[in-house]
């Protein structure tokens, strides 16, 4: 009988260096995401489990519909507190599920690619290992503090420096992922048992994502590579317009009401200067928006929007209509949307977002669900991005 593979993530909501750390947007989807993706387009893999204590987790790994394969199981508290072990909710999961073998994952390395996980595998089964983990070679210089003032090499002579390519280093946990059977875990109550195997990863994913300096760094390296490795990264340096919705987007929805029932909205600053980057770069820029009011044609003035539409219900036939205008193909146009009205322009344009208190149908539809909220700063995280991917195409 053939045997039944799994990936298992765990996914704890209660964070504190970084609130809500699995959920949190790092280039442009959710941290969980990355690794859900991978593991779900491994063959190999037949279903992809994510343990978490968090409704909010559990409602954005639904949310993102990555697969049929994806399922959000609960974990206990006990296996969720700040002292538990990783391997409390490993063991939980492997006595309430029926399978062979697992990948346990972890949510926070969002380098983990498909290949990685398809070739760990290979090398797991041609070589009978009972478990194997991921590893990242380093080549540095380790001492160790024995007493107090006296210290002492662990891994070379001093007198003896090795030049770096004549340095076979050493090999580090990266935590990416462990490999093994469910029943050598159940009986040795631990990821790794038996005759153990090793996976080597790039180097760049030993970076850990424990602090915002983390982030940062490990958004730059997923930019990079993904422009590369993912079209719409690609088609971000190739926008030469942008498109944006007004309510819910520029502004954050409210109903605002002065004492003279005048209706008010609220814009936010830096979605202004954004707009301000991207022109300075030559992108044009329009908005479309379903209401007619002088105060959307004051804000347009006053962010010298090249293109205005109002009054138009359907954003589809408008976008179509600005390629025509401005001679921009759909692939190179950008539209920001976060409602049901948005959803054929989402679909046309080459790339598409949505804030991140979007409605659901809009945010399936987007390429990028981006980590602000309408009216707080979403549309020059866009511009930012698209910023960014023409700096790393151009190679500045």
């Given at each position: ?28 989807k ?71 073998y ?11 690619s ?10 797991y ?35 003896h420096r ?16 462990y ?15 038996g ?22 760094i ?49 814009f ?7 707009i ?12 479309i928006?379903?209401?007619?009011t ?21 954003k589809?036939?408008?976008i ?6 401005t001679g ?25 977002a ?39 195409v151009?190679?500045?």
């Amino acid at each position: 009988m053939e045997k039944k593979t799994v990936a298992f993530i765990p996914a704890r909501g209660g964070s504190k260096s970084i609130p809500l750390k699995n959920i949190k947007i790092i280039a442009g989807k959710p941290l969980i995401y990355w690794t859900i993706a991978a593991a779900a387009a491994l063959p190999a893999i037949e279903k992809v489990y994510v343990s978490t204590d968090s409704d909010e987790i559990a409602s954005c790994v639904r949310d993102l519909n990555i697969s049929s394969k994806v399922e959000v199981i609960s974990r206990s508290s006990e296996s969720a507190t700040d002292t538990a072990s990783s391997e409390l909710p490993l063991l939980e999961f492997c006595r309430n599920v029926t399978f062979d073998y697992v990948f346990f994952i972890q949510a926070t390395s969002p380098l983990l690619s498909t290949d990685d996980l398809d070739n760990a595998w290979q090398k797991y089964q041609t070589n009978n290992y009972d478990s194997l983990l991921s590893v990242v070679r380093q080549k540095r210089f380790i001492w160790e503090e024995r007493e107090a003032g006296d210290v002492q090499p662990v891994n070379y002579d001093p007198v003896h420096r090795p030049r770096r390519q004549e340095f076979n280093g050493f090999l580090v946990e990266n935590g990416a992922f462990y490999l093994n059977g469910r029943q050598n875990i159940l009986a040795g109550k631990n990821r790794i048992t038996g005759k153990i195997g090793v996976y080597e990863m790039a180097e760049e994913t030993y970076v850990e994502l424990d602090e915002p300096l983390d982030w940062i760094i490990i958004e730059n390296l997923l930019l990079k590579r993904n422009l590369h490795a993912d079209s719409r990264q690609k088609k971000l340096a190739q926008i030469k317009l942008l498109a944006m919705d007004v309510d819910g987007v520029l502004t954050d929805a409210g109903m605002y009401y002065s004492e003279g029932g005048e209706e008010l909205k609220k814009f936010h600053t830096r979605d202004g200067k954004g707009i301000e980057l991207i022109r300075n770069a030559g992108i044009k820029t329009a908005i479309i928006t379903s209401e007619n009011t002088r105060m959307v044609e004051r804000r347009a003035q006053k962010l010298k929007i090249d293109y205005l539409f109002q009054g138009a219900l359907d954003k589809g036939p408008v976008i179509k209509e600005l390629s025509v205008l401005t001679g921009i193909p759909l692939a190179n146009i950008a539209y920001i949307g976060d409602d049901d009205n948005d959803l054929v322009a989402l679909e046309l344009a080459g790339i598409s977002a949505s804030p991140s208190d979007a409605t659901d149908g809009a945010k399936n539809r987007a390429d990028f669900i981006l980590s602000r909220n309408g009216g707080g700063g979403a549309v020059r995280e866009l511009c930012d991005m698209i910023l960014r991917s023409r700096q790393h195409v151009e190679g500045k």
